[in-house]
T-cell receptor
Framework: DGGITQSPKYLFRKEGQNVTLSCEQNLNHDAMYWYRQDPGQGLRLIYYSQIVNDFQKGDIAEGYSVSREKKESFPLTVTSAQKNPTAFYLC??????????????????FGPGTRLTVL | QKEVEQDPGPLSVPEGAIVSLNCTYSNSAFQYFMWYRQYSRKGPELLMYTYSSGNKEDGRFTAQVDKSSKYISLFIRDSQPSDSATYLCAMRTGTASKLTFGTGTRLQVTL
C-alpha cells in the first residue's frame, strides 16, 4: 500500500527538550511538507522540501528544523526554542507541480498526524 | 487580514439537508482550489479539486469557484451523519506547490 506514515501518533515532551517527529512516504513524491494545526487556525506551513537536500521555510519556521537526506523521509525537529509546541503536526507529500499524477491534478496527500503535548 | 477566510462554525444541520460551505480569498494569483475533509484526529483527505472558475460535481458534492468575486463554495446534497467532519478549503498559485488553507468549518449532521 502506498502512503504516508507518521510516528509516533502521540508524543509527550518536557519543556526544554528537543523532539523529532518522523514522516515517511513511499509514493515516490518529490515534495514534502510539514504543517501545524491548532484549534481555530487551520493548517500553517512550517517547512517544505521540493527535492532531496533542499528545503525552505514556511510561514512559522521559528523553533523548528528539518532535514531531507532521502526522498522518502522528511523528519521534523521541534526544538526548545519553540515557545508553544503543543499542537497537531501533519506531514504531506505531493508530486511536482508539472506532474499532474494519475487523477489529472497535483494533490497533497496527508499522513495521519502526530499530536505533541508539552508537559 | 488572512489570505483565505473561512467561517469556523460549528455548522449543525439535520440529515438530508443541503450544506453550503464557503471561503473567500484575497490573492488573485490563486488558480487551483481544493476542499479537504478532515475527521477528528485524522489527516485531511482531498474531496474536490477545481482549476480556475466554474463548477465541478462529484456525487453528492459540488464545488464552485467564482474568481471575479474571489469566492469558492462546496455544496453537499442529501447530507449524512458520516459527513460530520471539518472541511478545509485550500488554494495555490499556478507555479507554487505549497497550499494556503482556510481555518476549516466544522460540520455536524444530526439524525
Amino acid at each position: 500500500d502506498g502512503g504516508i506514515t507518521q510516528s509516533p501518533k502521540y508524543l509527550f515532551r518536557k519543556e526544554g527538550q528537543n523532539v523529532t517527529l518522523s514522516c515517511e512516504q513511499n509514493l515516490n513524491h518529490d515534495a514534502m511538507y510539514w504543517y501545524r494545526q491548532d484549534p481555530g487556525q487551520g493548517l500553517r506551513l512550517i517547512y517544505y522540501s521540493q527535492i532531496v537536500n533542499d528545503f525552505q521555510k514556511g510561514d512559522i519556521a521559528e523553533g523548528y528544523s528539518v532535514s531531507r537526506e532521502k526522498k522518502e523521509s522528511f523528519p521534523l525537529t521541534v526544538t526548545s526554542a519553540q515557545k508553544n509546541p503543543t499542537a497537531f503536526y501533519l506531514c504531506a507529500s505531493s508530486p511536482p507541480v508539472w506532474d499532474r499524477g494519475r487523477n489529472g491534478y497535483n494533490e497533497q496527500f496527508f499522513g495521519p498526524g502526530t499530536r505533541l503535548t508539552v508537559l | 487580514q488572512k489570505e483565505v477566510e473561512q467561517d469556523p462554525g460549528p455548522l449543525s444541520v439535520p440529515e438530508g439537508a443541503i450544506v453550503s460551505l464557503n471561503c473567500t480569498y484575497s490573492n488573485s494569483a490563486f488558480q487551483y482550489f481544493m476542499w479537504y475533509r478532515q475527521y477528528s484526529r485524522k489527516g485531511p483527505e482531498l474531496l474536490m479539486y477545481t482549476y480556475s472558475s466554474g463548477n465541478k460535481e462529484d456525487g453528492r458534492f459540488t464545488a464552485q469557484v467564482d474568481k471575479s468575486s474571489k469566492y469558492i463554495s462546496l455544496f453537499i446534497r442529501d447530507s449524512q451523519p458520516s459527513d460530520s467532519a471539518t472541511y478545509l478549503c485550500a488554494m495555490r498559485t499556478g507555479t507554487a506547490s505549497k497550499l494556503t488553507f482556510g481555518t476549516g468549518t466544522r460540520l455536524q449532521v444530526t439524525l
